[in-house]
C-alpha cells in the first residue's frame, strides 16, 4: 500500500475502443479511483492534458492518427509532464515491446487481455511509482 | 528476418490454431468472465441470433495472414451486459467494438508466435468487413476452429468461428 490518496488522483483513459475504456474504468473503480476521464484518441487526449492536471494516463499503444506510444514520447520530452505516470496498455505480448516502452518513459506496461488480479499489483506499482516521484520533488 | 510464405502459413497452421484457439478462450475469459470452450463442427449453431465478423491482417512484403472472426450476436451481447447497463446498450451498441478487440488481442499473440519463429510481421487494425468481404468463412467445410458456449437459457451452441488464410497482398 501507498500513502496516496487515491480518490484525489485524476486518471485519463486513451483508448479507441469504448470496451476496453469500460473494461479498465470497472477496475480502477474497485480499487478506489473516483477521478476518471476518458478520450477517443490521442488528439483528445492532448486537448484534456492541457486543461486537466492528471496523475495517471492510461495508453493504447496502437490506435489509429497518433499512436499512444508516439504520444507518450512526446510528453516525456517536456518536463513539466514529469508528474504524470504514463501506462501503456496493449495486446502486444512480445518482452521487446515492454522493454521499448519502459525505455520510452512508461511507468508501468499492461498487456491484454487484462486479467483483474495482475492489473491490481501493476496499478499499485503505479502508486508507488507517484509516491516516490512527489518525495523527490519535495525532498 | 525470414521471408513469410502462404506455404509456411500452412506448415505452421496446427501450432497458429492452437495460439488462436488458447487466444479466445483466454480473452473471452480474462476480460468478460465467460466460459466457452473449442471443439468441431458437430454441435448446432445459434444462427438464429445473427453474427457479428471482425477481419484483421498480418502482413510481410507482399504477403497477408488474414484472419477472419465470426461470433454470435447472443454472446458478444452477454459479454456487453457484463460492463455496460442495458439503458447504454440501447442507444450505444459495442458488439463490434467487442469483436474488434477480441480479434486484436487473439492476433497480436499469432503475430508474437510468428516472430518466435523469425517471422516479423506487421499488424493492421481490426476492421469489420463488409457483408460480401468475409469469404475465409462461406466454406465451412474449411473451417477448423469453432468455440462453443452456454446462452442464457443454457442451451449449447457456436459462438465463435475462426479461420485464416495466406496470399498475396491485396491494395487496400
Known amino acids: 500500500m501507498t500513502a496516496v490518496n487515491i480518490?484525489?488522483?485524476?486518471?485519463?483513459?486513451?483508448?479507441?475502443?469504448?470496451?476496453?475504456?469500460?473494461?479498465?474504468?470497472?477496475?480502477?473503480?474497485?480499487?478506489?479511483?473516483k477521478n476518471i476521464d476518458s478520450a477517443n484518441n490521442s488528439n483528445e487526449a492532448q486537448e484534456k492534458i492541457s486543461v486537466a492536471a492528471y496523475?495517471?494516463?492510461?495508453?493504447?499503444?496502437?490506435?489509429?492518427?497518433?499512436?499512444?506510444?508516439?504520444?507518450?514520447?512526446?510528453?516525456?520530452?517536456?518536463?513539466?509532464?514529469?508528474?504524470?505516470?504514463?501506462?501503456?496498455?496493449?495486446?502486444?505480448?512480445?518482452?521487446?515491446?515492454?522493454?521499448?516502452?519502459?525505455?520510452?518513459?512508461?511507468?508501468?506496461?499492461?498487456?491484454?487481455?487484462?486479467?483483474?488480479?495482475?492489473?491490481?499489483?501493476?496499478?499499485?506499482?503505479v502508486l508507488a511509482w507517484i509516491e516516490s516521484n512527489r518525495a523527490s520533488k519535495t525532498g | 528476418m525470414k521471408p513469410i510464405s502462404p506455404q509456411d502459413i500452412d506448415a505452421e497452421r496446427a501450432?497458429?490454431?492452437?495460439?488462436?484457439?488458447?487466444?479466445?478462450?483466454?480473452?473471452?475469459?480474462?476480460?468478460?468472465?465467460?466460459?466457452?470452450?473449442?471443439?468441431?463442427?458437430?454441435?448446432?449453431?445459434?444462427?438464429?441470433?445473427?453474427s457479428v465478423y471482425a477481419s484483421i491482417k498480418l502482413h510481410q512484403a507482399n504477403v497477408d495472414v488474414e484472419f477472419c472472426f465470426r461470433f454470435d450476436i447472443g454472446l458478444l451481447l452477454q459479454a456487453a451486459e457484463l460492463i455496460?447497463?442495458?439503458?447504454?446498450?440501447?442507444?450505444?451498441?459495442?458488439?463490434?467494438?467487442?469483436?474488434?478487440?477480441i480479434a486484436n488481442i487473439v492476433c497480436s499473440k499469432v503475430k508474437a508466435y510468428l516472430n518466435e519463429k523469425g517471422f516479423e510481421t506487421e499488424m493492421g487494425f481490426p476492421f469489420i468487413p463488409r457483408p460480401d468481404e468475409n469469404p475465409l468463412l462461406k466454406n465451412t467445410e474449411q473451417v477448423h476452429m469453432h468455440f462453443y458456449y452456454d446462452d442464457l437459457q443454457q442451451a449449447r451452441g457456436i459462438g465463435v468461428v475462426v479461420n485464416f488464410f495466406a496470399g498475396d497482398s491485396k491494395p487496400a
Open chain 1, 55 to 125: 496523475d495517471i494516463v492510461f495508453l493504447d499503444w496502437n490506435m489509429p492518427g497518433k499512436s499512444g506510444y508516439t504520444l507518450m514520447q512526446e510528453y516525456r520530452e517536456d518536463r513539466q509532464y514529469d508528474h504524470i505516470a504514463f501506462v501503456m496498455v496493449t495486446a502486444e505480448s512480445q518482452e521487446r515491446y515492454t522493454r521499448e516502452a519502459l525505455k520510452a518513459g512508461a511507468t508501468m506496461y499492461i498487456t491484454k487481455p487484462i486479467a483483474p488480479a495482475t492489473f491490481k499489483e501493476k496499478i499499485e506499482r
Open chain 2, 84 to 101: 455496460f447497463t442495458k439503458e447504454y446498450l440501447a442507444n450505444n451498441p459495442v458488439q463490434n467494438d467487442i469483436a474488434c478487440e
Open chain 1, 7 to 33: 480518490p484525489d488522483l485524476r486518471v485519463l483513459l486513451v483508448d479507441d475502443n469504448v470496451v476496453v475504456r469500460k473494461l479498465i474504468e470497472m477496475q480502477l473503480v474497485n480499487m478506489g479511483f
Open chain 2, 15 to 50: 501450432e497458429i490454431s492452437k495460439v488462436v484457439s488458447d487466444g479466445v478462450v483466454e480473452t473471452f475469459n480474462s476480460m468478460f468472465g465467460q466460459s466457452i470452450t473449442a471443439g468441431d463442427l458437430a454441435q448446432k449453431i445459434h444462427s438464429e441470433k445473427g
